[in-house]
């Protein structure tokens, strides 16, 4: 039986070795060259003394050479017209050779029937340092040209100098400068200011997070919020949070009283025929059926229910034309609602979807402080909505 299931085991590897060959080949006859190199590079990888899997290295070397001439004619092409996409192209090419080269130099040496298959290698180091550097150049030239444009053309530039970072960091000292410098510049700066006409129920915790607005929660990564004034900045836009007014609920308590009626089993009774006898089935047993019973009680609902809002308004001016944008009213509500019960009679007659109600209990209610904080929450919330739709 063991002898059986290894030799199940071989077929199925050597199966899976064919297969695997086959496919390298289909992908050279295809032009998938990429392809082919990598199904060959993983079998050979895995055991390259088997057999089998020899049948691999032809196709290997064969897909190797033609992705090799594939990838310089690639180059030669390029070098035509040397713009940021095809400088950016050429390096990736000459890397993506080297990179092919040791994964087949890992594998060394490799033989089929005892002969060892050669590869032409190539030295491309310098391909790649110059390659790297041209690239490097035109973004650094690139970037430098477009920060000294338009906020917009600042923009393009901190992407360009993140891309020079990326790709070669210590190309220029100032590197990390210059991006901070782009992102400065082609950052609308937003000043946010506050009309409190509530003052005398807020706290300056409330006042805080309220006014607290990260960068990192907006759509639009180019702004920069103030809640204080920097006389040494030109702002691009102002925003006015208004407070207008706000109301609290008193307390609450509202009261329901629910009739409940259901007919119920409550165990068994005798089955009795016209003569008063207990009457019997066909085999001369007693007859019995389920003994049905009316029960009743009475559910009182109790719901406690405070409600408090604040409204206002939310502006946005373009401050270096003094012009308004928009102005849109803004509400924030909360509410406390809880809900329990009591009851009195048989508690089988009452419906299932009073049960969660009679397991609550009475809670107390949240200060008036923890009422005005949460209804300010979905007054930013909202806020917030409104600079995302804002095209700064």
Known sequence: ????????????????????????????????????????????????????????????????????????????????????????????????????QDDVMSLQPLYVENKEVKFSMNDYSKEIEASLTKYSSHLYTTGTQQLAGSKLDARKAFETFNNLEYINPNYVSNLSSLITQAKKKGSSIILIKLQNKIQQITTQDHIDELMRISSSNMNNQWVLFHDKRDFNTTYDYETTVVLNQSQISPEQVNTETVPQQARIKDGWEYVYDQNGNVAKDSLGNDIKRDKIITVQAEVKLFQQLKTSRVDGAFVIKNARTNTQLRSTPIFGEAKFENVFAQYRGDQRAIEEKYVQALQNKEAPYPADEEFIKYALAEFKSKMLQLLNQQQF
Request: include cysteine; glycine fraction near 4%.
């Open 1 to 100: 039986m063991l002898k059986n299931y290894a030799i199940t085991i071989s077929l199925l590897l050597l199966f899976s070795s064919c297969g695997s060959a086959k496919k390298a080949e289909k992908s050279v006859e295809s032009g998938d060259y990429d392809n082919a190199f990598n199904i060959a590079i993983t079998e050979l990888t895995k055991d390259k003394t088997k057999k089998s899997n020899q049948k691999l290295i032809p196709t290997l070397k064969n897909a190797f050479n033609k992705a090799a001439d594939r990838d310089l004619h690639k180059i030669k092409l390029l070098k035509k017209d040397l713009n940021t996409d095809n400088l950016k192209k050429i390096y990736a090419l000459y890397v993506g050779l080297d990179v092919r």
